[in-house]
T-cell receptor
Framework: EAGVTQFPSHSVIEKGQTVTLRCDPI?????LYWYRRVMGKEIKFLLH????????ESGMPNNRFLAERTGGTYSTLKVQPAELEDSGVYFC????????????????FGPGTRLTVL | AQKITQTQPGMFVQEKEAVTLDCTYD???????LFWYKQPSSGEMIFLIY??????QNATEGRYSLNFQKARKSANLVISASQLGDSAMYFC?????????????FGAGTRLAVHP
């Protein structure tokens, strides 16, 4: 079974440009999460999809960030226009629907996309 | 506010010895879950161990065990018989509430170096 994949692994862009990050979750996982780690700080939640619907987007920093998950498969996170403070590592995670009798639902993480805004 | 605190930015341990990585948490929920993830230099986040707030026994997974002290709100990770491959960043995280749909709240992480 393939794990969560993210593309690109690295992206270097200039302030004001647009970048789109992609996440392919594990096949069959309805839940898809985006997290971000800014240099030296905690990993912070951005948003959560259940299939194609946004379940929780309370962590999205501002309207320069747009996440989509058309068809409930892969997801994209677009930053437009990028600012210096957007630099960091963006992680995607996925989990299956919680099964009865199972006490927790492990989130499987991708390797992350390192975004550098100059 | 929900919060995870990892007070050790860096730790080192001799190969084959045990090491404890500290994690304290703050939540007003009665139902929550605590996770530990390992992030090696390759970047991926690897799930290690889980402890539910209602679990009476401390969780164990191979060489990993979780020292859960609910009254003190601590969930320390114990790695026994350290190996060179254990050198990595370790994150403590909390999920609040029931269900598998909840976001994780992470600590700042502890970088562990295992010396030969």
């Amino acid at each position: 079974e393939a794990g969560v994949t993210q593309f690109p692994s690295h992206s270097v862009i200039e302030k004001g440009q647009t970048v789109t990050l992609r996440c392919d979750p594990i096949s069959g996982h309805d839940n898809l999460y985006w997290y971000r780690r800014v240099m030296g700080k905690e990993i912070k939640f951005l948003l959560h999809f259940v299939k194609e619907s946004k379940q929780d987007e309370s962590g999205m920093p501002n309207n320069r960030f747009l996440a989509e998950r058309t068809g409930g498969t892969y997801s994209t996170l677009k930053v437009q226009p990028a600012e210096l403070e957007d630099s960091g590592v963006y992680f995607c995670a996925s989990s299956r629907e919680r099964l009865a009798g199972i006490s927790y639902n492990e989130q499987f993480f991708g390797p992350g996309t390192r975004l550098t805004v100059l | 506010a929900q919060k995870i605190t990892q007070t050790q930015p860096g730790m080192f341990v001799q190969e084959k010895e045990a090491v404890t990585l500290d994690c304290t948490y703050d939540t007003s929920d009665q139902s929550y879950g605590l996770f530990w993830y390992k992030q090696p230099s390759s970047g991926e986040m690897i799930f290690l161990i889980y402890q539910g707030s209602y679990d009476e026994q401390n969780a164990t997974e191979g060489r990993y065990s979780l020292n859960f002290q609910k009254a003190r709100k601590s969930a320390n990770l114990v790695i026994s018989a350290s190996q060179l491959g254990d050198s990595a960043m370790y994150f403590c995280a909390m999920r609040e509430g029931e269900g598998g749909y909840n976001k994780l709240i992470f600590g700042a992480g502890t970088r562990l170096a295992v010396h030969p």
